[in-house]
């Protein structure tokens, strides 16, 4: 056992030794050594002098050093972080990674008043990670945020020097790269799907590689590109949005540059997409949308309104704001601290080796200027803008990497030429680059720390209605806020909004927004009959209240007031009905236990059961093994009319989730097959590896 763990500590020293290639030096320690004198002779032993030496070492190993500063930014940045997170973008995350995996499979889930829309791909990605810390994904998820700089630093540093940069090029690129205004404000404001894009576009130019085109690319290499590339769109629409547009319109531009591109013949049409460049651009193209389907699909449709990030909406900036490569909003640098990529880009555009580069990161930022100037329906929540930090990353990275390929070519010239122009532009460089670096890291590990996204935060929703949710007629609660402005409300089944909810859930009927309105007005008369038909049993109003609107609930029919404590308001629904009721031809209701998406019961006589959610023609009924057909009721939710008594069975059909998933497991299994490595055959095999 000691000699392994002796094995394995050298190990890890030479993993951060430099220059390890070169073997080990011999040095002289005494005259004994070099034969100048006899061992025997009475020497004085030579101790070094080992003042600094750790320090000195530490530096010759800048990317151990890189790593050290951003755990100990990152630990002070984190301090109100260590827990359970949620707040910002970020929803409570569950117990159990089962829980985020079901719900993905789910046809219906169980959010506002009900929703049958896909659950886009990055909830089981969350899941299946989690299973790293125990299938808990609320410690996935704050270990995620807390190493998140640090992941970045290396994946990024990896990349740099893949593109030739040395080690302290590629140190500078991975810190201004991890702790840049774009990264900590999706930290801070709880954006996963920004953080998951940052983490992924290294990896992405590495496999892509500078300067190589894809008919120099394996078939393997062009599936993992192709596997990376839908996990980014899964996390991000506006990533594969951007990359299904771009190599979409290189491939066109590439068939209409050939020679024979005006032909008619389908033959000839054939032969000319029978080529490696054609074949590898559709497999990135169609591979990352079949792997997102069917969300993928409404995003081609519907380009511009399906481009939201994950989880729930928060204000971001101006387009001012993300020319300067920050994306603004709470809890996000101010832009008095200034990254450098804008003086990056102007450098980048003036050197002509890198000016390529330099104007795909311009049109990638003017586009999330652009983008953002655009207001879409945020999720679950009024009207947003468009956030692009996707866009962002991907900019500062090109600016980045060529700017200091300007660097490292330009220094030799620099020890060579006379004092000039270019000496004061590298310095005035370099001073920004310091400052921008210092200012970034002191905000971070300070003013960065109070942030959106914390620990342990208390829930919106008391106690007593949390344990409602239990209990067989599954109620539902109205919580509603109203400030000077305008008036927020949303709908609970008895616990806060849980990680991915916000991404399914599906815009409020009609009648429903309309008997909210009323009841805020004051001249709600059948609010409480239109509330209590879709299962609302409390309306909650979180303090501090607003006291116009507590005398006009209190003097509005079908509302009583159930109690008034320190956190709210809370009034009963009168005649509220249960999840699944059954009116018989007296009028009179009996609830009916039920489960997420079914209930099975016995049914005495003509009637009609009521399900207490949004409409959708998705929810079958069986009366003694027939059919039942659905209808609408006036107030919006599914109605079946029963003609005999008997056992009937209520579910929701999941056929159409269930084709999807299984183009999407089809796709990625053979992705996945495709991007590993592949074995020889027996008779491909050397003699002499056989022998």
């Given amino acids: 056992m000691r000699s392994i763990l002796e094995r394995i500590s050298s190990s890890l020293v030479n993993a951060f030794k430099p220059n390890r290639a070169d073997g080990e030096i011999t040095r002289a320690k005494n005259y004994s050594d070099i034969g100048v004198i006899d061992e025997s002779f009475d020497e004085i032993e030579y101790v070094p002098n080992k003042s600094f030496s750790k320090i000195r070492s530490l530096v010759k190993q800048p990317l151990l050093l890189g790593i050290l500063l951003t755990l100990f930014i990152s630990f002070l940045n984190s301090r109100n972080r260590f827990g359970s997170l949620s707040g910002g973008a970020l929803a409570v995350a569950p117990a159990s990674a089962f829980e985020l995996i079901t719900s993905y499979v789910n046809s219906w889930h169980l959010v506002g008043l009900g929703s049958s ?64 205004p774009v990264t900590l404000t999706a930290i801070n404001q709880g954006r996963i799907g920004t953080i998951v894009i940052a983490l992924l576009l290294p990896g992405l130019f590495t496999l892509l590689e500078k300067n190589q085109g894809l008919d120099n690319l394996s078939w393997r290499k062009i599936f993992s590109i192709t596997l990376l590339a839908a996990v ?104 008095f601290i200034l990254a ?15 000016r390529k580069c330099a104007t795909g990161a311009l049109l990638a930022i003017v586009l999330a200027a652009t983008l953002s100037s655009y207001y879409i329906d945020g999720n679950s929540s009024g009207a947003q803008r468009i956030y692009s930090g996707p866009l962002i990353v991907f900019a500062q990275l090109m600016t980045l990497l060529s700017i200091f390929a300007i660097a490292e070519r330009i220094l030799p010239q620099l020890k060579r030429s006379n004092f000039g122009f270019r000496h004061i532009a590298s310095v005035l460089t370099s001073v920004v680059t310091i400052v921008s670096m210092l200012s970034i890291s002191i905000w971070s590990a300070t003013l960065g720390a109070d942030s959106l996204v914390r620990s342990n935060q208390e829930q919106v929703i008391p106690a007593f209605i949390t344990d409602l949710a239990s209990t067989s007629e599954r109620p539902k609660t109205l919580v509603v806020r109203k400030s000077p402005e305008r008036l927020q409300y949303f709908v609970t089944r008895g616990s806060d909004l849980q990680i991915g909810q916000a991404d399914v859930a599906s815009e409020t009927p009609e009648q429903f927004h309309k008997a909210i309105v009323d009841l805020v007005n004051g001249v709600g ?167």
């Fill in 525 to 691: 008369g059948s609010s409480s009959q239109v509330l209590g038909h879709y299962g609302i049993q409390y309306v909650y109003m979180k303090n501090p209240a607003d006291a116009g609107l507590v005398r006009i609930v209190d003097g509005i029919g079908g509302f009583t007031r159930s109690s008034a404590t320190k956190d709210g308001v809370v009034w009963k629904v009168e005649k509220s009905h249960a999840r699944v009721t059954y009116q018989n031809t007296q009028g009179k209701f009996f609830p009916i236990s039920s489960t997420d998406k079914a209930s099975t019961s016995y049914v005495s006589g003509q009637g009609v059961i009521l399900l207490a959610e949004k409409y959708d023609k998705a929810w079958h009924l069986l009366l003694n093994g027939k059919v039942v057909p659905i209808e609408q009721h006036p107030f919006g939710i599914p109605m079946f009319k029963i003609s005999e008594p008997g056992e009937f069975s209520l579910t929701h059909d999941g056929t159409n989730r269930r084709a999807w998933i299984s183009i999407q497991l089809i796709t990625l299994i053979s992705a996945i097959v495709l991007a590993l490595p592949a074995g020889r055959r027996k008779r491909e095999v050397p003699l002499k590896e056989l022998v």
């Fill in 232 to 335: 980014a769109g899964a996390f991000s629409m506006l990533f594969l949005l951007v990359w299904t547009l771009f190599h979409l319109s290189v491939f066109i531009y590439i068939y209409f540059t050939s020679s024979n591109w005006r032909t008619r013949n389908w033959q000839q049409i054939l032969k000319n997409l029978d080529v490696d460049e054609f074949k590898k651009r559709s497999a990135l193209i169609l591979t990352p949308i079949l792997i997102n389907v069917p969300i993928s699909i409404n995003l081609l449709l519907n380009p511009i309104s399906a481009i939201r990030e994950p989880g729930l909406s928060i204000e971001s900036a101006s387009p001012l704001s993300i020319l300067l490569f920050n994306p603004g909003g709470p809890s996000s640098p101010g832009l």
């Fill in 340 to 354: 450098p990529f804008v003086l990056y880009l102007l450098i980048g555009l003036i050197s002509k080796d890198q």
């Fill in 117 to 180: 829309a896909a659950a886009p791909a990055w909830i089981p990605i969350i899941g299946i990670a989690s299973f790293i810390t125990a299938a808990n994904p609320q410690s996935f998820i704050a270990a995620f945020f807390f190493l998140a700089p640090t992941l970045l630093f290396v994946l990024s540093y990896r990349t740099a020097r893949r593109y030739s940069l040395t080690k302290y090029s590629s140190v500078f690129v991975a810190f201004i790269y991890a702790l840049s």
